[in-house]
């Protein structure tokens, strides 16, 4: 399946956490498949946020890599948070990925889950990884809904 940069982070928001042992190992496979190269990374800009471990300094900023402290001296943290500049070049970018049915599966179910979770962690930007998994002749039933006449003539027009 040929996914996108943005497909691919997506799908690795939302595959599962906490599951059986089998599901585990298979979601750890597909997450080092869907992962980004250094080469991937350094085209998207990637920064990531350090801040100072000393007490009351405060300093913090983003950068591809641990800086020191322009105040203390001190070698900065990662706090676990990233930024990066996603150029529509690469943006448009694809990469092959390789899913046995195990893993659809797991991917199509966690696409499902996250549907239906009140309120929904989905945004426009899992419209294309949603249509990837389901084609619209194979939506789901349930999550089918029937569109106002109105509008369906309106759609036509």
């Known amino acids: 399946m040929e996914l996108t940069v943005i497909e691919r982070m997506k799908l690795l928001e939302i595959l599962p956490a906490n599951e059986n042992i089998l599901t585990l190992k298979i979601v ?7 992962s980004y190269s ?3 990374l350094k085209l998207m800009g990637v920064k990531y946020e350090f801040v100072c471990p000393k007490e009351g300094c405060g300093n913090k900023g983003f950068f591809p890599t641990a800086p020191k402290c322009g105040e203390c001296g001190t070698l900065m943290v990662a706090s676990g948070q990233m930024t990066m500049d996603l150029t529509p070049e690469m943006q448009a970018k694809t990469k092959e990925i390789h899913m046995g049915p195990q893993a659809i599966t797991i991917a199509s179910d966690a696409l499902k ?5 009140k309120p929904s962690p989905l945004t426009e ?3 294309s990884l949603w249509d990837k ?4 002749d194979e939506v789901p039933e349930e999550l089918k809904v ?7 003539k309106s759609m036509s027009e």
């Open 28 to 34: 750890r496979k597909l997450r080092e498949t869907l």
């Open 38 to 40: 250094e080469d991937e």
């Open 113 to 117: 889950r996250a549907n239906e979770m």
């Open 125 to 127: 930007l899992h419209i």
């Open 133 to 136: 998994f389901f084609p619209d």
């Open 146 to 152: 029937e569109i106002p006449k109105a509008i369906e």
